[in-house]
């Protein structure tokens, strides 16, 4: 498969030398290729004129559609433009942008050089992105002097200027319009604009080893701060190319639409780097699924006339509370392959996006995949003719994927009807390599757990059919509308208040976000705060340390935590709480302070 599907600048020697208890992964050994030029310069040879992408903007009904050659020509001259700034192979470039052929090109132009692009969602605060620069030590940003979403204005500059503070490894930010405000510009800033005016449009494509690292993406764990995954180039780019030609059933010709933003690893995957190393025509989704109306997807779906769809289940289930109307209104005949990823597909969602945007005729793929796997591991496989597809669980795993599930004593789990941890058993390209500048922590968290396989994080129960369903983390790392964040972070940011003693995060059921977030909060001295701007100013700290989506539903103050008389937080129990489980909370004689369980059911019970 890497010898047909990918164009190589020298073919590897061995196709792999892996070993998952060292962690050590070599996939195609002693070859070289170069991404950019597997997903643009090959097209742009057979088929120049074909649109790479179809821009869809914020503004309702506005599409920009950019071909293979005209993304070539961006590219180059971005490439370009980093090189004269002296920004080179092994070099890490932040770009925070949101979805444009511009953020693409510059995705593309890093590659082409060799440079590792971080991608940080244009949704983090300052000091989120800020956090990202410093651990990656970046030489340069590339940001846009706005965004607009769902019709509302962002200042992204403003972000980056402050951001950049506190930066000093940055030596330039890269500054492109994408609203023409008057931002001002700062010491480090240059117009991309005007630089890409002036630059050449051709740009050799540096030569890169298979396991040279193609870019990192920063992701939460249940401790410490975001880790950077680090990809690489020739494996990633090989299971992209495959997966996503196989899952989703694509060619080229066909318009496919995947939704996510790119400063997320689905955009990298199945937004950019899949689809155009296979030379279709990728959807760039700016905007959101309820704006200027919840037609908003549907609308595109006819106008584009979109053949793939690939969402996430918080999107569906927002848009089933609005109503069957809307996708009824437009037509959807194009549509063959609907996709969903970040959590469960709950078995109502799966049959509603079946019946009124599928109209029964397509096919459903629940795909389980991770930032760290690179690509889709678990799923339905469609281009399988024939093959059954069930509501409710991603099924098969891809090929090439052999996962396990494992008990607590690290076990393997045999046969059918089996519950346990998710793991995988042998190495994939796809597979990320390591944490930018912490192996150690990679093997920590992914090797060492069960050692000889890799360890998801997640639980999977193995039916009697065979078929994989997903139960959910295991750890404690929640799932807010599909953005994975760690409890501990979100603790961490509202430890900083100054009246504030202890926090305890929990994520807890919620009907459209998959997850709502649920702070318990312990007050140095409960009797001298105003607890409503208490929490208010809580809710702030969460949106400027992480980002707006990482802002508690719920802050519950609280005079203690149910702890074990070893000092630990009895999450199970506050998880109850939140949930409303307030009959099935266990055995709580183990507390060091039983009644303190009380308390905090009464008062969550008055808070609701
Ligand atoms: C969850 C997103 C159930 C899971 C590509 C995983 C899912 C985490 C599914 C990764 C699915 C993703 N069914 N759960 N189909 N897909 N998840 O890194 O908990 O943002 O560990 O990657 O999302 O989130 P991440």
Redesign the pocket.
């Known amino acids: 498969m890497a010898k047909s599907k990918l164009r190589w600048q020298q073919l590897f020697d061995k196709v792999q030398q892996c070993d998952m208890e060292k962690g050590q992964f070599s996939w195609f050994s002693n070859g070289s290729l170069n991404i950019s030029d597997n997903c643009i310069d090959r097209h742009v040879e057979s088929n120049p004129d074909q649109t790479a992408l179809i821009w869809e903007k914020d503004e309702p009904g506005t599409e920009e559609r950019v071909s293979y050659k005209e993304l070539l020509d961006m590219t180059c001259r971005v490439a370009n433009v980093l090189k004269g700034h002296g920004i080179s192979k092994g070099d890490r470039v932040a770009i925070y942008m949101p979805n444009s052929p511009l953020a693409v090109a510059s995705m593309l132009a890093c590659m082409r050089i060799g440079a590792v692009h971080s991608v940080v969602f244009a949704g983090f605060s300052a000091e989120a992105l800020a956090t990202r620069i410093q651990d990656a030590s970046c030489v340069a940003v590339i940001t846009t002097d706005q965004a607009v979403r769902g019709g509302k204005i962002i200042e992204l500059k403003k972000m980056v200027d402050s951001a950049v503070e506190q930066c000093p490894s940055v030596r330039n930010v890269f500054v492109a319009s994408r609203t023409g405000a008057d931002v001002p510009y700062q010491s480090k800033d240059v117009s991309l604009d005007k630089l890409m005016e002036q630059a050449d449009t051709s740009c050799p494509a540096e030569q890169m080893e298979s396991e040279d690292p193609s870019f990192m993406l920063y992701?939460s764990g249940s401790t410490g701060k975001p880790k950077g995954l680090l990809h690489s180039t020739a494996g990633y780019l090989l299971y992209v190319a495959l997966t996503h030609q196989a899952v989703f059933n694509c060619s080229p010709g066909d318009v496919y639409a995947c939704v996510a933003d790119i400063g997320?690893?689905?955009g990298h995957?199945y937004v950019v780097y899949g689809p155009l190393s296979n030379g279709v025509t990728s959807v760039l989704f700016e905007s959101i699924p309820t704006y200027p109306d919840p037609g908003r997807y549907w609308e595109m779906v006819e106008r584009l006339k979109v053949n793939q769809f690939y969402t996430a289940?918080t999107a569906i289930r927002l848009l089933i509370k609005a109503g069957d109307s809307w996708p009824q209104k437009y037509n959807l005949s194009s549509l063959r392959t609907l996709g969903?990823?970040?959590?469960?597909?709950n078995h109502e969602a799966w049959e509603w996006y079946n019946k009124f945007v599928g109209q029964s005729r397509c096919d459903i793929v629940?795909?389980?995949?991770?930032?760290?796997?690179g690509g889709?591991c678990?799923?339905p496989r469609p281009s399988e003719s024939g093959a059954e597809i069930l509501p409710g669980?991603?099924m098969r795993p891809f090929f090439g994927i052999e996962p396990a599930l494992l008990d607590s004593q690290q076990r393997e789990l045999i046969g059918n009807d089996v519950t346990g941890s998710l793991c995988i058993k042998k190495p994939w390209p796809g597979m990320a390599r390591s944490i930018y500048g912490d192996h150690e922590r990679f093997l920590d968290t992914y090797l060492r757990p069960f050692p000889g396989y890799y360890f998801?994080?997640?639980g999977a129960h193995r039916h009697s059919n065979g078929y994989y369903q997903?139960t959910?983390?295991t750890d404690d790392?929640i799932?807010v509308s599909?953005?994975?964040l760690g409890t501990a972070e979100v603790e961490d940011a509202m430890d900083e208040h100054e009246s504030v003693a202890e926090t305890a995060v929990i994520g807890t059921p919620h009907e459209v976000k998959g997850e709502g977030i649920y702070a318990f909060i312990v007050l140095k001295d409960e009797s001298t705060e105003d607890e409503n701007k208490v929490k208010m100013e809580l809710k702030e700290m969460v949106a400027v340390n992480i980002a707006k989506f990482a802002v508690p539903d719920h802050i519950l103050i609280v005079p203690g935590l149910p702890k074990t008389r070893s000092g630990k937080i009895m999450r199970r129990i506050l998880r109850k709480i939140a949930g409303g489980e307030l009959s099935a909370l266990g055995d709580v004689s183990t507390l060091a302070d039983p009644s303190v369980v009380e308390v905090i059911v009464k008062l969550h019970v008055v808070a609701r």
């Open positions: 992701t997320w690893i689905t995957s289940p969903c990823v970040g959590e469960p597909l629940d795909t389980w995949w991770q930032t760290e796997t889709i678990i799923t669980m991603p998801s994080g997640d997903i959910g983390r790392v799932n599909g953005h994975r």
